[in-house]
Structure formats: C-alpha cells, structure tokens
C-alpha cells in the first residue's frame, strides 16, 4: 500500500551537508578581522549581522545539539557549580557547562574543537531574560561586548510605539556595532539581507503547511531537525534554497496511502518544547501508536510574515516582538486552537518544560480552558528541552494511551 515506516527524506543528506558547510565556515571565520564571528539569540537580529558580515553562531541552536546527544546530562552540573540553578533553562547550563568543561558535540558532528569564539554577543529579551543572564556569563568570562534589546512581553497586541521603541533599539545596535563590524551597514546590504530572511521563512512556512495534508508527509518530530537552517542560517541564500527543495520534495510526497505515520489515525498539536534527547523514541512512540503530531508552536516560531525589505527597520521590529513567545495569555490560547484546527488536529498536547516556564503553556489554566471551551481532549506531559531527570518516557506513554483513547472515544 506505499506505507513508509516512518519519513526518510533525500533532504536529509542536503540538511547535513548544509550544516557541515556552516559549521566550517564558522570555524573557518575564528578569529579573522575580516569576518568576525558574532553570537546571536535565535530570534535576534541575524539579519542585521549577516549585513553586517559577521559569521553568526547561535547558543541555542548548541543548546539544542547538547540535549539531543545527551550530554548535557554530563555538562549541566558544571554550570550549576558555577551558581547557575538547576531549575533554571537547561539550555543555559548545559551550554556554560559544556564551555566550562571544555567539551562540545561540534567535535563530534563537524571535527570542531570548540564553539567558535566570539567577537561580540547580540540578545533579544523577546523569547526570556535568561538570553541575557547567559550571554552576560560570556561576555564577562570572554571580556567581549555585550548588546542587547530589550522587548516588552505578555502582549495582547503589538502596537506602533513598542515598533518604533526596538526599531530605535535595532538602530542603536548597528551603530554599536559598527566599530566592531568588517563592513558599514548600507541600506542595501540590509534590505537583501531582509529578503532573503523573508523569502526563508516563506519556504519554512511552505514545508510545514504541507503538514495539514492527510495523511501528512511528516510530522513534528521531522519539523524538529529541519528547522535547523531556518534558525541558523536566516539572510542567506543558502536557507532559501534548502527551503526550495524540501517543500518540493514534500509535496511529492503527499500521496495518500504513503504518509509518515503508517496508517494514520490521529492528529494532534504540540505546544511547547521538544525533548530534544527523546526525539527518536518519542517519534517511534506516535507512530507506533498511529498518532501524527502535525503542527507545533514551537517550528511556527520561526516563521516571520512580517519581514519585509521594503521597510526593514521597522519590519524587523514588527517581526521579532509578534512572534509566539512575548504575547498575551489569552493571544496564545487563540494562536493554539486556531492552528491546530488549521491543521485539521483533533488533540492537543502541552509539554511542560521543567527549566523553561516561558515556552510552556499549561501552567495558567489554558489545558482546562480549551478543554472545556473547544471540547478538545488535551494532554500535559512533563518533561525538560534537555534535562533528563525533568523526564519520565513510562509515565509519558500511559498518559499518551489515555489522551489517545479520549480521542478514539471523540472520533467514533
Ligand atoms: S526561551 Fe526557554 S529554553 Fe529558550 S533560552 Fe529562554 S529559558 Fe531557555
């Protein structure tokens, strides 16, 4: 019947290759004046460096490779040494525990001996203040600058005056840079930049709606790793042609009969953050119970509608405060049940993430508001991004069996 066990995509071969080249370019621009590597939130101004021609590294995204190789089960407890707590992003510790010890997963995966060493490190307090506390730790151990945005949060809407406050703000970054920077900001540069950053999370936007195809040709667990060029390597060119290939290569999968889970039955949203050290088993978990997780916040994250060349300042302004992350309560419950219908899933699962409060959702009453007020069967699962004793996969899967079970009852 054409069933697959699972979704392999030829991209994959094209996504390792890609990040191959940027980790090597990475290493390659170490400690060259001509093109100075800049550390960068992943929802921070990458536009504005890339045009500035710093090579960009994002903590996050090591963060993320340390969870999904587990060690930051060995590198956290570094950092907790260091007055960092446990109970806090395990991102943070993971990553400052990792460089405490000297270690990374880049050797690994790309034969890097280190995290490729920064010249200046850019936040934005749009996804959490942590971002600050964590790249504040680096710039007093490595004695390199520090810029920052600061965002507002918990915003029913985002209105012109906080626009034109982080535009000013992005303004005051590019002339703080610009001593530090190989080249001078032009407006072009800038606003190829923008179009290609835009252009990038209209093809990431592509790839992920093909997702509300029955059966969808992949689900979340996929969305998990693809999303890699989309975070790291917004503004160039690269990106927009990965995107390119991937949404073709989705769309010639959508045939029925051939989806990714083999025989698809459920379809459901995750709110929240991957555990990045159970991507596997959880995926092997889903498909083995028929369940498809569609659609997610968390990919969603990286798409920006509202970049736009034409106007960049402001544009990118308007992008970086809209995301998910920095909005109201009652503006996540409605993005959530929206998006999940959009993607035609009938059960909505939250992970609390121990060590993350701000990308976890179920803490304020919304599973039981969009139970009750949306008749969905809503599921909470605790666990962590990266720390493993957040985590229980047995205790996960019964409740898994039961939320499945609620949905069978809904669906007959
Ligand atoms: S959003 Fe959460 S996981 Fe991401 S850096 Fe902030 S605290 Fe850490």
């Given at each position: 019947m054409g069933e697959r066990a699972g979704v392999v995509l030829k991209s994959n071969g094209r996504l390792k290759a890609l990040m191959a080249a940027y980790f090597a370019d990475l290493a390659e621009a170490e400690g060259r004046n001509d093109r100075p590597v800049a550390w960068c939130t992943s929802v921070g101004p990458a536009e504005l460096l890339r045009a500035m021609g710093f090579a960009v590294f994002f903590p996050e995204n090591h963060g993320a490779m340390l969870g999904a190789t587990r060690m930051a089960a060995q590198t956290m407890p570094q950092a907790h040494a260091l007055g960092y707590s446990p109970d806090i992003c395990s991102y943070l510790t993971s990553d400052i525990g990792a460089f405490a010890s000297g270690v990374t997963p880049l050797t690994n995966a790309f034969g890097m001996a280190h995290v490729p060493r920064p010249s200046?490190?850019?936040?934005?307090?749009?996804?959490?203040?942590?971002?600050?506390?964590?790249?504040?730790?680096?710039?007093?151990?490595?004695?390199?600058?520090?810029?920052?945005?600061?965002?507002?949060?918990?915003?029913?809407?985002?209105?012109?005056?906080?626009?034109?406050d982080v535009s000013m703000q992005l303004q005051r970054i590019a002339r703080d840079?610009?001593?530090?920077?190989?080249?001078?900001?032009?407006?072009?540069?800038?606003?190829?930049?923008?179009?290609?950053?835009?252009?990038?999370?209209?093809?990431?936007?592509?790839c992920l709606k093909t997702a509300a195809r029955r059966p969808t040709p992949w689900t979340f667990f996929d969305h998990t790793i693809h999303m890699a060029p989309i975070v790291v390597l917004r503004g160039t060119q690269e990106a927009v042609e990965y995107y390119r290939g991937l949404s073709a290569e989705l769309e010639s999968l959508s045939s029925p009969g051939g989806g990714a889970v083999p025989r698809e039955r459920f379809r459901i949203y995750w709110d929240g953050m991957p555990i990045w050290g159970q991507l596997r088993r959880m995926s092997e978990l889903f498909s083995a119970s028929r369940a498809a997780v569609v659609a997610s916040t968390y990919c969603n994250s990286w798409v920006f509608p509202a970049l736009d060349a034409r106007d960049p300042w402001e544009s990118m302004a308007r992008a970086y405060l809209s995301i998910f992350i920095c909005r109201s309560e009652a503006f996540k419950q409605d993005y959530i049940v929206r998006t999940a219908r959009e993607f035609g899933a009938r059960g909505i699962l939250f992970h609390d993430a121990k060590t993350c409060p701000h990308n976890t959702n179920s803490r304020f009453g919304m599973p039981r508001r969009i139970r009750e007020a949306e008749c969905l069967p809503v599921l909470v699962i605790e666990g962590d991004l990266n720390d493993p004793r957040?985590?229980?996969?047995?205790?996960?899967r019964v409740r898994l069996e039961v939320f499945l079970e609620q949905m069978e009852e809904g669906q007959t």
């Open positions: 200046v490190l850019v936040y934005n307090t749009n996804q959490c203040r942590e971002v600050k506390d964590w790249f504040s730790w680096y710039g007093r151990t490595l004695d390199v600058p520090v810029l920052g945005i600061q965002s507002p949060g918990e915003m029913d809407e985002v209105l012109p005056e906080m626009i034109r840079l610009a001593p530090l920077a190989p080249r001078s900001l032009t407006t072009t540069a800038l606003e190829a930049t923008m179009a290609l950053s835009s252009d990038a999370s209209a093809g990431w936007s592509r957040c985590f229980s996969y047995e205790e996960s």
